[in-house]
């Protein structure tokens, strides 16, 4: 079984920057888009970027401009690099591949890491 492997969270005051990456333990061999979602205290898991095989990246707008993706297919491995961090970027990060092959898709997922963002 194939996990997702993230790191690079920690804790950071306002305005400071922080890269988050994720890699596969195995091989994903139809990886149809990479990303990263966030669940704050108390709140459901949100959408946060994500980027398809072609290079597309999309943002939620709560990030746009302040946060950017980007993926190393060779390797499966998709990297967040956070600025300017606010408060409110409080959360565990997790990481989501979408593995698809014809009719038949799969999502994997990281086990989270904790971005905390102090005033």
């Known amino acids: 079984q194939v996990r997702l492997v993230e790191s690079g969270g920690g804790l950071v005051q306002t305005g400071d920057s922080l890269r988050l990456s994720c890699a596969p333990s195995?091989?994903?061999?139809?990886?149809?888009?990479m990303g990263w979602y966030r669940q704050a205290p108390g709140k459901q898991r949100e959408y946060v970027a994500h980027?398809?095989?072609?290079?597309?990246?999309n943002y939620a707008d709560s990030v746009k401009g302040r946060f950017t993706v980007a993926g190393d297919n060779a390797n499966n491995t998709v990297y967040l690099q956070m600025n300017n961090l606010q408060p409110e970027d409080t959360a565990v990060y997790y990481c989501n591949i979408r593995d698809a092959y014809i009719d038949d898709e799969h999502d994997y997922w990281g086990q989270g890491t904790q971005v905390t963002v102090s005033s």
């Open positions: 980027i398809t095989t072609g290079g597309s990246a």
């Open positions: 195995g091989r994903i061999l139809h990886t149809k888009w």
